[in-house]
């Protein structure tokens, strides 16, 4: 367990559920449309949570190696800069993560077809080139739009596409509240290192905007998301039902006043988490209506 620690904590389980709220909503949608697959559905998750841990992996290493996981860094200790993993084994890590990923994408494109392995290859490159290769577009204020495409339209569509090889209206405009609440994730991140990234040199969308403006990036997102569901229920674009996910609502409040008052660094680790809770609730309520 010693062993295995530093790497359960390089994969940032509090996190993953990132990549599993897209998939219960594609899943709900295919099983409301009487298409489900439970074969489709457990690969398209271990999938997803495997593109989502390897994308952590990358992730871990390349900011330590361009010094932006320094000792002034806020939040849980990152594995490679404090020497807990070598940055050759973290990179083994990824390579073996992402093969398991590509065999579950092999796998669902013979039931699906090759969309999927577009969509998985682009993905893959997509984690990598986050703050990895020559010119890492997380570095440039592109990461909320590289999580907005891969983790909310992506992830949400491909995994209603899986069930029976289509990609019905109501699973695109699904993807695009459950896209703005993933997307308040990694800005609750950002918001958090604002000072840090800065001084590395990383020009994240919150170092860009200023720490103001990116918390108002944040709320601007979560109450985005509740009235995009709002609108699309209400004028019965997707299944009525999905309006449950509204029910999540009130706990946005709280995580969002942390977001937009709070500094210090524990507090805003805890607001961080709670924002990857809350986008768990709200895409399990919209894959509970989706299949009711």
Not at 210 to 235: D, E, K, N, V
Request: hydrophobic share 60%; charged share 10%; with cysteine.
């Amino acid at each position: 367990m010693t062993t295995l620690r530093p790497w359960l904590s390089a994969a940032r389980p509090a996190t993953l559920w990132a990549a599993a709220a897209p998939v219960a909503v594609g899943t709900g949608l295919a099983w409301g449309d009487g298409v489900f697959r439970p074969d489709a559905f457990l690969v398209a998750l271990t999938a997803a949570l495997l593109i989502n841990v390897g994308a952590n992996f990358a992730n871990d290493a390349s900011d330590a190696r361009r010094g932006a996981d320094g000792p002034a860094r806020v939040g849980p200790t990152r594995a490679v800069a404090s020497g807990l993993i070598s940055p050759r084994a973290m990179w083994a890590g990824v390579l073996v993560v992402f093969g398991l990923a590509s065999a579950a994408g092999v796998y669902l494109a013979v039931i699906a077809g090759w969309p999927v392995l577009a969509i998985g290859g682009a993905s893959l490159a997509a984690a990598l080139a986050y703050t990895g290769g020559p010119h890492p577009y997380g570095y440039r204020g592109l990461g909320e739009a590289a999580v907005f495409a891969f983790f909310g339209l992506a992830a949400t569509v491909a995994s209603r596409f899986v069930h029976d090889a289509t990609a019905p209206v109501a699973a695109w405009l699904l993807a695009v509240p459950l896209g703005l609440t993933v997307t308040a994730i990694l800005v609750a991140n950002n918001v958090r290192d604002v000072d840090t990234d800065r001084a590395a040199g990383k020009r994240t969308l919150a170092v860009l905007l200023g720490r103001q403006g990116g918390r108002i990036l944040y709320a601007a997102l979560l109450a985005g998301a509740f009235a995009a569901l709002a609108l699309m229920g209400g004028l019965g674009a997707v299944p009525r039902w999905c309006l449950l996910g509204l029910l999540a609502a009130p706990l946005a409040f709280p995580v969002a006043t942390a977001v937009l008052r709070e500094t210090d660094g524990p507090t805003l680790v805890r607001a961080l988490r709670a924002t990857a809770r809350l986008h768990a609730l709200f895409g399990g309520l919209i894959a509970l209506g989706a299949a009711l």
